[in-house]
C-alpha cells in the first residue's frame, strides 16, 4: 500500500470521484472518457482488493473523518461483510463500464457525460456504504446514493422516466426518513452508541418491546431491501437504461439495503438477541410472503425487465430471510446470496439490455426463436436463470443450499417449504425465456446472426463465467460468509 | 483611551450601529454609506466576538448604563444565552451587508440607498439592544426601534405588494409591542421594577395574582406576534416574500430569531420555568401550536409558486421546531431550540442568498425562474441545495444536529414524545417535498427564461460562505453545541 | 359599585382598548385603521399614567413639607412611549400615501381587488 491503511480506505472512495473530473475533462472525447471510467473502474477495484489478505486475517482498518455529536462519528471500519460488498460493487462496476461503452452506443442514449459521472458517483456512495463504520455514516452514504442514483434512473428525461425517477425518489426517502431515522435515533437512545460491534451493541437486559420495535423499523428503513409493501419503488426504477438497472439495481443500490440488514442484524442486534425477539417471526413470515409473492407477479410480466424487477424483490427477501435466521448457515447464506445473486441477475440485466440494443425487443413474447440469432446471449440468460434458481453448476447453487439449512436449522420447515416452491417458481418464470429462445418461434424463417456490440458480449461472458467459477471455487467467498456469522456472536 | 473603550464595550455594541445609522443618512452618496454601514457592522461583530470570549470564560457580566446602578439605572446584562444570539445576529447582518452592496442595485431606487443602509443599521441596532438589554422597558422601545425600521425596510420592495405587506405587518407588529407594553406595565405595577433580574427575585412573591397571570399572557401572545408562532404568522409570507432579497435575508436569519430569544428571557429569566410551565398550561399550549406550525407551514410552503414564499412558509415550520424545543421544558430541549436558532439562521440564511442571486438575474423568484438554473447557475443552485439539505435535516448539515437533540429531547417525553418525533420526521419529508420540486426544475427541466448566466461573484461569495458554514456545524459542532447548550444550562441548569 | 367606580380608570382603559381594537379589525378604511392603533396605544398610555398616582400623593416636584410623592416613572416611560406610537403613526400614514399612489385607493377591499396583500 502508498498510503498509510487507514487512509487508504478514504482514498477508495475518493478514486470515483478523480474518475468524475477526468470524466468531466474528457467529455469532448468518447472514446477517452470511456477509457477514463474504465480505468477509474479499474484502480477502484485494485484498492479494494489490496485489503482482502488483511480482512481475512482478521485485520480491521478503520479511520475517522470528523466528530459532529459527543460519541457519535463519521467513519470507516471495514469487517469481512463490508469487504464482500466492496469486492462485488467494484468488481462489477468495471464489468458494467465494458458493457454501458457497447449500450449506450449501441441505445443512441442522449447525455452520456452525465450518465458515466454520476454512475462514478454512486459507486463511491456505495463503497462509502460497505466501508461505514456505524449506523450514523451508513445512514449518510445511503442516502446520498438514493440521491446520486435519481439523475441515473430518470435518464431518459421524459414523462415516464421523471414519474418512475419521482417514486423511486418518493419511496426510498420516505421509508428512510420515516423509518431508518427514528430507529438510528431510537437506537442511539437505548445504546448509548452506534457503532457496528460484534454481538451487537444492545444489553442483554433491552426491552424486548422495544428491540422488537426497532427491528421492525430497521426492515421497513431500509427500503432499499425491498420488503413487500415498499418494493414498487423498484420495478419503478426500470426506466432507466439497462446499466444502471444492471448495476444499480441488481447489485449495488438493492444490495446495499439488503447488506444494511444483514449488517444491522449481525453487529447491532447480534445473533442471540434477534432469536429471542418476536418481531423476528412477523419478518419471517414478511420475507417468506415476499418471496412468493413476488415470483408470482414475475410470472404476470411481459416486459422482461419487469419480470426480472420482481424477481430481484423475491431473491433480495431471501437475503433477509437468511439475515432473520440468525442461524450459522442462515447468515452465511444471506451473505453469499448477495454474492450470487448480483452475478447471476447482472447476466440477466446485460442480457436484457443486448436483445433490446440488437433487436428492440421488451416484451418477452417476442423472443421465442431469438437464441438462433443471439446464441451467446440466450447461453448467457441460461447460465444467469440456473444460478438464480440455484442449480448445479453455478454460484447460486451454494447460497440456496445454505439458506435451506437455515431453515432446517431454526426449525422452520414452513420457510423451507416456502424456498422449495420459490426454486420452482424462478424455473417456471425464467427458463421458459431461453428455452423458447432456442427452440421456440418459426423454424423454418432464415437465421441471421445479430448478435449486441462486442463490448456487451464481453461482459455477458464474463459474468456468466463468473456464476460458473462461483460453483467451482466458492472457498473465498464462503470464508468472507463464516467471518460475518463469527461477528454475530 | 483604549481602556475606556474596551470597559464600555457592551454599550458600544448597540450604539455603533445605532450612531452611526444618522451618520448614513446624512452622508448620501453610495459607496461611502455601504462602507460605513460595513464598518459598523464589522466593528459590532467584532465586539460581539469579544464578549462571547469573555462571558464563556469569566461568566456573566452586567454593564450600567450611564454609571446608575441597577435596579435605578439600566443595565445591559451579557450571559450565556444573549451573548450567543449577538454573536450569531451580528454574524448574519455582517454577511447580510457584504451580499447587499450588489443586491440592491437590482431591487432598490439608487436615491434610496442611503436610506436602505439608515433602516438597516437602525434596525440591527435595536435587534441587539432587545438582546443585550437587561431592563424590561427598555427592551420594548428596542423592539419598537427594529419594528419601525423593519416595516421601512420592507417598504422598499419593488413590487407594490411589499407596500400592503408592509402595512399589514405594521399593524400586526405594533398590536403584537402594545401587548408586550401592556404586560410589562402590569409588572411594574406589581412590583415596582424594570430591571429583569430584580423583577425575578420581587416576582415570587406576587406570583399567585391574576395581574400577573394577565401580564405573562400579554406578554406571550406579544411576542408570539413577533416570532410569527403558528397562528399569529399571518404577516410573514408577505412580509418575507415582498421584501428585497437582502430584506428578507436578514429579516429570516435574525428578527424572528432575537424574538424567540426574548420570550425565552421573559419565561425562563423573569417569570421562571415554575410559574410559566406550573402556573400555566404553557408546554401543552405551545407543543400543540407548534405541531400545527410545523404541519401548515410545510404543507402551504408545498404549494406555492413563488419561491420566496416557498421559504418563508419553510421558517413558519422551523420556528415551529424552536418552539417545540422550548415547550419540552429540559435542557436538552432549550438546547435544542436554541441551536434550531443558530443553525436555521445560516441555513435559512444561505437559502434566501441563493434566492436573492436568482432574483439579482432573473427580476423574479418563481419556479419557473428556476428551470434550467442547474446548468446556467451552478454554483448558485450548489448552494441552494446545500441550504435544502440542511433544512431538510441530512446528516453532515447543520440542519441534522439540531433535529437530532431535539428528537433526543422528546425522546425523553414518553407518549407525547413519539408524537413530536413523528411530527419532526414528516416536517422532514414535507421538507423533501418542497425542497424537490425546486430542484427537479432546475436540474432536470429545461429552461424557459433566456439563461443569463451565474450571479456576480460580490453575491455568491456570501452565499457559500454561509452554504460552507451550514456543512462546518454540520462537522464540527463544537461551537454552537456548546453556545446553545451554555446558554440552556444557565437558564434551567443541567447538562445537554 | 366599587368595582365600577373604585376601578374607574381601569374600565376606562379597556373600553378604549376596545375601540381601538374593534376598529383596527372590522374597518377596511386603512386611516382609519391608523386611527384604531392609535386609540389602542392610548389606552395603554392611560393605563400606565393612572398607575403611577400614589394615593395622597402630590406631584412629583420637590417641594417643603411634602412627604408623599406620585412615582413619576410611569409618566417618564409613557413619554417613551408616546415617541414611538407617533413613530408608528407616522410611519403608517406614509405608508398609506405610497399604497394610495400604487393602488389609487386606501380601502382594503378595493386594493385587495387590485393585487394588494391586506
Redesign the interface.
Known sequence: MILPPELMMPATVLVPFIGVILILLTRKFPNIREAMTLVTAVTTFLMVLQFLPGVLEGETYSYT??E??PGIS?AFSLEPLGMLFALIASFLWIVTSVYAIGYMRGAGEQNQTRFYIFFAIAVSFTLGVAFSANL?TL??FY?MLTLSTY?LV?HK?NTAA?DGGRVY?GIL??TS??FF??AI??T??VAGTLDFQPGGIFDDNVNAVVAGALLLLFFYGAGKAALMPFHRWLPSAMVAPTPVSALLHAVAVVKAGVFTLLKISVYIFGADLLLDLNARDILLYIAGTTILLASLVAMTKDNLKARLAYSTVSQLAYVTLGALLATQAGMEGSAMQIATHAFGKITLFFCAGAIYVATKKTEISDMKGLGRAMPITMLAFFIGAMSIIGLPPTGGTWSKWYLMLGTLESGYLFLMGVLMISSLLNIAYLLPIPIQGFFGGEKDKPTVFSEAPLPCLIAITVTSIGCLVLFICPELLYELAALVYLGAL | MMETILSNLPALQVLLPLLTAPLCFMIRKQGVTWLFAFLATLGSFAIAIDLYREVMTNGPLSYHMGGWEPPWGIEYRLDELNTFIVLLVSAMATMTLVFARKSIEKEIAPQSFALFYTAFLLCFAGLLGITITGDAFNLFVFLEISSLSTYILISFGKDNRALTASFQYLIMGTIGATMLLIGIGFLYMMTGTLNMADLASRLPEVMDTNTVRAAFAFIIVGLSIKLALFPLHIWLPNAYGYAPSTVTIFLAATSTKVAIYALIRFIFTIFGVEFSFGGMPLTAIFLFLSILAVFSGSLSAIYQTNIKHVLAYSSIAQIGYMMIGIALLSTLGLGAGILHMFNHAIMKGCMFMALGCVYFRYGSARIEDFKGLGKTMPLTMAAFVVGGLGLIGMPLTAGFISKWYLVLAALEHGYAGIVIVITILVGSLLAVAYIWRIVEAAYFQEPENEPQGEAPMALLIPTWILALATIYFGLDTRLSVEGATRAAESLIGGGL | MSIVLGLFNYWVVIALMMIGFYLVIATSNLIKKIIGLNIFQTSVFILYISIGKVKGGAAPILEEGTELYANPLPHVLILTAIVVGVATTALGLALIVRIKEAYGSINENEIREKGGTT
Request: aromatic share 16%.
Open positions: 473523518f470528523a459532529p455529536l463519521l450514523l445512514f449518510v442516502e439523475p430518470a428525461g421523471r425518489l426517502l420516505t426518513i420515516a431515522l427514528p435515533i431510537w442511539y437512545a
